[in-house]
């Protein structure tokens, strides 16, 4: 017998870890706690990297050829492997735990990243589709499938299923949209679903109104419109409505009229936008005094409503299911699970109710996982309740990155978040009737701080006194306007709703008072300039950086890697802040079809001739910081001539500047053109090139077809020019010459 042998093996001793001698422990490989940057949550960094991806791809949309995407594809998955396989390498003794932990950092930020370009490439190749190149006037068939209003308060029709007159299928649009214009306009609208005729111009979506600015042929492209136009004789039925889900679209239609026909005006345009997101009813000058007074958001449902219609079902439920359990009703599960659970069908409903638009689906899909997180027992406001639902919509929708709704709304959301910590630390030293107020005041104001530089850098303007207005609005929302609509949309069945929408339209029209008072103040709006492309993306990520990297209390005795973000988040806050207060707007702007002229004087930019309404010069003025109107504009000193025969000095470049509109502007602008001008004709010149006209700049629609919208500085003692073109690069949806 051994001398082990009266010994208990040692697969059954007993195991107390804190009777195991050192020695032994110490020989047991143990994980030391993770780095830094790991505590701060791997997840609330996956939609940041997801966005970088996403950012990259719609940055040069033109570079990511078929080669160029399986080379990132190859890195995506190279950085998989890392990732996979660093943990082995540490427990191996090869890698330390430190330096594994960074490596799979790094490894995840490339993999996501690779995945954000990835997955919008794969949306633009979904949605792409034949985009009108020429101009064509004819009858248009097609099925109507939305009807809105565009900012001139005129109705729009957009159809699918398009059929165009002597155009092979193939080269049809998915989509297109006419505005309705005289008769055209006059009648009973049609119902979607319906499939009707009409003879309209039709034409490829407009480019930007200069480089830099807004491009709508990249909204166009992932929205599947192909081409936009009007019509001026009336709408025909060529078949009847669909049924299926086109007969719960007409049923939306319906109760969006009753609505307005019980509570009249823009009252009820307004709450039958809020209930059923149909805004065809609501005037421009309601949008712009909305605008004006920074309550625009009110009547684009978001994540406001959907959350005051969600917390109101949900609040209202749980206290009387409360009150039920008190008087000895037997409930199936526990109280605040089932008051989440009939909030997410409330929610549910509600998209369905307004319509489900880009921006709705996304409101719904952040209250969807907030309720969610209550029914697994996790905390329903949470950044990772934050960074799950951003994660989701960039999955669904990655072309939602470059838009304002998404921006701004996860801004706000993350700013609210993060304020509620220590609102809560001093909401003990206030009175409790006071509570209320204050929240009030605090949640709009960092609502508000979060979301202006964003509305500034997108819209060009700031409204001063929104706080005013929301401050009023937003409590009348939560407390009259979104929680009579539920109880309206309730009793409507029974036709019991009249109270409902009465209390509804007094909130309404006390949202329309406040809007037209804080409009008529002096200075409510603040026209700040465009600044250049690259201070909203360092803005953004900047912020994200400097949040996630923030460590309050530990002191950043070393150089880690959260104080590295930390610090890169505040340089690229920084950096974009000097670009925008570096901002320089372009001398001389030339519109994309040669139809308006404007120069930067010191009074402002002056106008060839007034635009009528046009949107591309109004876009210019908004984007200089200008607040003076079209015809102002075109008063300003320095344009000679008639109407049709403009010409100014230019003598910062020692040039003049011509431009000709009109029958004949292009014999005028032959006859015109020689050394030092720049010659601008509203019509093709057929004969510039064989009769010499390298003489002077001659610009005309035909050049303008292959560049775009020109932005023209003095250089160098020559001249700079940009064209909407060198601005974007090659991108789908800009035509064959931008491909």
């Known amino acids: 017998m051994s001398a082990t042998s009266g010994m208990a093996p040692p697969a059954i001793q007993p195991a107390i870890p804190s009777a195991r001698p050192k020695a032994l422990a110490a020989a047991v490989p143990r994980r030391p706690r993770p780095a830094a940057t790991n505590r701060a949550g791997l997840f609330l960094w996956v939609p940041v990297w997801m966005s970088a991806g996403i950012a990259a791809w719609f940055a040069a949309p033109g570079f990511w050829s078929v080669q160029m995407l399986a080379l990132t594809g190859l890195t995506g998955l190279a950085a998989l492997m890392v990732l996979t396989l660093a943990p082995g390498l540490a427990l191996r003794g090869r890698l330390g735990w430190q330096a594994a932990d960074m490596l799979r950092m790094i490894a995840a930020a490339v ?98 109104a200069s480089p830099g600015s807004f491009d709508f042929r990249q909204f166009a492209w992932f929205s599947g419109l192909g081409a936009v136009g009007y019509a001026r004789n009336p709408v025909m039925s060529v078949a009847p409505p669909e049924g299926g889900m086109w007969g719960m679209h007409r049923a939306r239609m319906s109760i969006s009229r009753a609505i307005q026909d019980h509570i009249g005006g823009q009252e009820g345009a307004v709450a039958s936008a809020l209930m059923t997101g149909d805004r065809s009813g609501i005037s421009e000058a309601t949008n712009e005094i909305m605008r004006a007074s920074n309550l625009y958001h009110i009547i684009s449902i978001s994540g406001l409503h959907m959350g005051m219609l969600a917390g109101f079902v949900y609040n209202a439920l749980r206290l009387a299911l409360v009150l039920a359990g008190g008087l000895g009703v037997l409930l199936p599960g526990p109280t605040h699970k089932l008051a989440a659970a009939a909030a997410m069908m409330a929610a549910a409903i509600y998209l369905w109710l307004s319509g489900g638009g880009v921006a709705t689906e996304r409101s719904f899909i952040m209250v969807a996982v907030m309720l969610g997180a209550i029914l697994v027992d996790r905390r ?264 049709r025969d403009r010409w100014i000095d230019w003598p910062e470049a020692g040039l003049s500047v011509w431009h000709f509109t009109g029958k004949g502007s292009a014999d005028r602008a032959l006859q015109a053109c020689q050394p030092g001008r720049i010659v601008i004709a509203s019509e093709p010149v057929p004969n510039a090139r064989r009769d010499g006209m390298a003489a002077c700049g001659l610009i005309d629609p035909w050049a303008l077809r292959d560049t775009g919208a020109l932005a023209v500085d003095p250089a160098d003692g020559g001249l700079r020019i940009t064209s909407t073109r060198d601005h974007l690069g090659r991108v789908p949806w800009g035509g064959r010459h931008a491909r």
């Open 111 to 208: 993999a996501l990243t690779v995945a954000g370009v990835g997955l919008t490439a794969t949306r633009s190749a979904l949605v792409a589709a034949p985009v009108m190149e020429w101009r064509y006037y004819g009858p248009v068939e097609g099925r109507l499938v939305v009807i809105d209003r565009s900012s001139r308060d005129r109705i729009r029709l957009t159809l699918d299923q398009v059929v165009l007159k002597n155009t092979a299928p193939e080269r049809v649009p998915r989509r297109v949209r006419l505005s309705l214009m005289g008769a055209a306009a006059t009648g009973d609208m049609p119902a979607l679903g319906q499939r009707i005729m009409l003879t309209g111009h039709l034409g490829p979506p407009p480019g930007p």
């Open 380 to 643: 329903a406001i949470s950044l990772r309740t934050v960074a799950l639902a951003a994660v989701l919509i960039l999955i669904y929708s990655p072309d939602a990155v470059t838009s304002p709704g998404f921006q701004m709304s996860f801004a706000a959301t993350v700013a609210l978040i993060l304020s509620y910590g220590p609102w809560m630390k001093v909401a003990r030293r206030v009175p409790w009737w006071l509570r209320p107020v204050c929240m009030l005041v605090i949640s709009s104001f960092v609502a508000g701080m979060a979301t202006s530089p964003i509305a500034a850098a997108h819209f060009s303007r700031m409204a001063q006194y929104g706080l005013i207005a929301n401050l009023l609005v937003v409590p009348v929302m939560g407390a009259l306007v979104m929680p009579a609509g539920v109880i309206a949309a309730i009793l409507g069945p029974l036709g019991l709703a009249a109270p409902a929408l009465w209390v509804m339209g007094i909130g309404t029209k006390w949202m329309l008072i406040v809007a037209d008072r804080v409009a008529g103040l002096g200075g409510a709006v603040t026209a700040i300039p465009l600044p250049p492309w690259q201070v909203l993306p360092l803005m953004c990520f900047g912020a994200m950086l400097t949040i996630l990297c923030w460590r309050p209390g530990q002191g950043w005795r070393r150089v880690t890697p959260p104080f590295a973000g930390f610090v890169a988040g505040w340089l690229m806050l920084l950096g974009a802040g000097g670009l925008w207060l570096g901002t320089s707007r372009p001398a001389l702007l030339i519109a994309p079809e040669a139809e308006a002229v404007g120069l930067m004087t010191p009074a402002g930019r002056a106008l060839s001739k007034p635009a009528g309404g046009s949107f591309v010069v109004s876009t210019w003025l908004l984007e200089d910081g200008d607040i003076a109107t079209q015809e102002q504009a075109a008063a300003r000193a320095g344009w000679q001539g008639d109407r």
